[in-house]
Nanobody
Framework: VQLQASGGGSVQAGGSLRLSCAAS????????MGWYRQAPGKQRDLVAH???????NYLASVKGRFTISKDRAKNTLYLQMNSLKPDDTAVYYC?????????WGQGTQVTVSS
């Protein structure tokens, strides 16, 4: 299984972006899917994940602004990001826990200017 992330870009504070993560195989078999981010010089942090019957969890600083979702028919994971802040600037990665192990997508850069 491979994951392909897209949708990053440069926006001003208060703007929105939607990230997509397309899987090369059916996602219904994935235990957990999530989005992580890594800013320069910092560790990679969990932003949001979705598991089970679409149970979701979010990093406290993005709760209420970001929404994680998935479309099983399209084998795609999404991250809708609203009210973006400069602190959201990072490379965003998607991740899946599959029966064969953990799979990461390549990163997509999100830059938020003030």
């Amino acid at each position: 299984v491979q994951l392909q992330a897209s949708g990053g870009g440069s926006v001003q504070a208060g703007g929105s972006l939607r990230l997509s993560c397309a899987a090369s195989g059916p996602i219904f078999s994935f235990n957990v899917m999530g989005w992580y981010r890594q800013a320069p010089g910092k560790q990679r942090d969990l932003v949001a994940h979705i598991f089970g019957a679409d149970t979701t969890n979010y990093l406290a600083s993005v709760k209420g602004r970001f929404t994680i979702s998935k479309d099983r028919a399209k084998n795609t994971l999404y991250l809708q990001m609203n009210s973006l802040k400069p602190d959201d600037t990072a490379v965003y990665y998607c991740r899946a826990e599959t029966v064969d192990g953990v799979v990461w997508g390549q990163g997509t850069q999100v830059t938020v200017s003030s």
